[in-house]
């Protein structure tokens, strides 16, 4: 009984220890994947010609690329530091899914979109002509926005 009442308590005892400690895993930089370059390219195909087919009044057809561009987008945006190229096709289409939301009379939920560009290009590390003309671009089309709900 009395080796019982010892197992018990040395089983309690190694009980209370403390947690193994976890096995630090490397975080893989997703920018440097194989996927990752070619995803770029797919995303920024998908908005231009997803804008093509906006222009040309197939709102159907450009709807369907930007829900297949959403999901790379938010692969592209998963990374740790997204690179500018990167930023660019998610910026061009957040831009036609707000264009979109907008004709469509949803000012409220174009104006989501308008501002995520206006934020991403407003904090954007280095400023070029180029970051600062999208800034203006969302800047603009929130105006557009407030112009319209305001009718």
Same mark, same amino acid.
């Given at each position: 009984? +009395? =080796?019982?009442?010892?197992?018990?308590? &040395?089983? &309690?005892?190694?009980?209370? %220890?403390? #947690?193994?400690?976890?096995?630090?895993?490397?975080?893989? *930089?997703? @920018?440097?994947?194989?996927?990752? $370059?070619? !995803?770029? &390219?797919?995303?920024?195909?998908? &908005?231009?010609?997803?804008?093509?087919?906006?222009? +040309?009044? *197939?709102?159907? %057809? /450009? #709807? !369907?690329?930007?829900?297949?561009?959403?999901?790379?987008?938010? +692969?592209?945006?998963?990374?740790?530091?997204?690179?500018?190229? !990167?930023?660019? /096709?998610?910026?061009?289409?957040?831009?036609?899914?707000?264009?979109?939301? $907008? @004709?469509?009379?949803?000012?409220?939920?174009? @104006?989501?979109?308008?501002?995520?560009?206006?934020? =991403?290009?407003?904090?954007?590390?280095?400023? @070029?002509?180029?970051?600062?003309?999208?800034? $203006?671009?969302?800047?603009?089309?929130?105006?557009?926005?407030?112009?319209?709900?305001?009718?």
């Amino acid at each position: 009984m +009395k =080796r019982i009442w010892v197992l018990c308590c &040395a089983l &309690a005892l190694a009980a209370c %220890g403390p #947690a193994p400690q976890p096995v630090k895993q490397v975080e893989r *930089d997703a @920018t440097e994947e194989d996927w990752y $370059k070619p !995803a770029i &390219a797919e995303l920024s195909d998908l &908005a231009r010609r997803g804008d093509v087919l906006f222009r +040309k009044g *197939d709102q159907d %057809g /450009a #709807a !369907a690329l930007i829900e297949k561009g959403t999901a790379i987008e938010g +692969k592209l945006l998963s990374a740790r530091q997204p690179p500018l190229d !990167a930023m660019e /096709a998610a910026s061009d289409l957040d831009q036609l899914y707000g264009d979109m939301l $907008k @004709t469509n009379h949803n000012c409220g939920w174009a @104006t989501q979109f308008y501002q995520k560009n206006l934020s =991403r290009w407003k904090h954007w590390p280095e400023q @070029t002509p180029e970051t600062k003309r999208r800034f $203006k671009l969302a800047q603009d089309a929130i105006a557009e926005c407030d112009r319209i709900m305001l009718r």
